[in-house]
């Protein structure tokens, strides 16, 4: 079984975890951008009117068996709408993903990613770990989302967040 990372990230912060699991996993990995910069108005009128905008490359063809990786931030309580696309793509296709996202974390768990991914790709995902900032960040104050938006991931984050990931998807039974 391969694995495939599709990943997007408008600030980094997934882009560099999405790098550093690709290369501890020895993975193929897709990093999506899009062809107009992306504004936070923009963020809002996705989610408001459910748009998928337009990406580049929007990945073709993969393998049933293959194991998929979805990497992105979370805005406004949805996955980054720039993954709508290959979710699409992959409707029905892909047996075998999981949803793995660095976000803020300032109002606590996304709690409707779950439901989100079922919706856009037509299957459970095998796993869906959507870590915080806000855990990174000292816990006293209460850090704020002017705080988990502004921060940038450094190694040492990495290197915890890896050991979380690595944990999770070790325990996955893939056979299944
Ligand atoms: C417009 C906007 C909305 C956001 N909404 C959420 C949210 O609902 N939940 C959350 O945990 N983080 C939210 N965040 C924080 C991002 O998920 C977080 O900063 C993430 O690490 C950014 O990832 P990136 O650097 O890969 O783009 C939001 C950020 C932006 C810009």
Redesign the pocket.
């Known amino acids: 079984m391969n694995t495939l990372i599709i990943s ?8 560099a ?1 999405a790098k550093r699991l690709a290369a501890e996993l020895h993975a193929q990995h897709i990093v999506i951008t899009e062809p107009k910069p992306r504004t ?1 108005l923009a ?2 009128l996705d989610v408001l009117f459910n748009r998928t905008p337009k990406i580049d490359p929007i990945p073709t063809s993969v393998n049933p068996n293959d194991m998929v990786i979805f990497i ?7 996955i ?1 709408t720039p993954l709508r696309a290959c979710f699409k793509q992959f409707k029905h296709k892909v047996l075998k993903y999981a949803f793995i ?7 606590g768990d ?1 709690t409707k990613l779950g439901d989100e991914l079922i919706k856009r790709t037509g299957v459970q995902p095998a796993a869906m770990i ?1 870590l ?2 806000a855990d990174l960040l000292p816990s006293n104050p209460r850090p704020q ?1 002017k705080e ?2 502004a ?2 991931l450094n190694g040492k984050d990495l290197d915890k967040l890896m050991e979380t990931i690595k944990l999770k998807l070790s325990q996955l039974d893939l056979n299944k």
Do not use: C, E, K
Not at 101 to 107: E, K, N, P, V, Y
């Open positions: 997007y990230s408008l600030t980094g912060n997934n882009q975890l936070i963020i809002f992105g931030p979370v805005w406004m309580g949805q980054a996202s660095i976000s803020g974390g300032a109002d996304n959507d915080h900032i989302r988990t938006s921060y940038r």
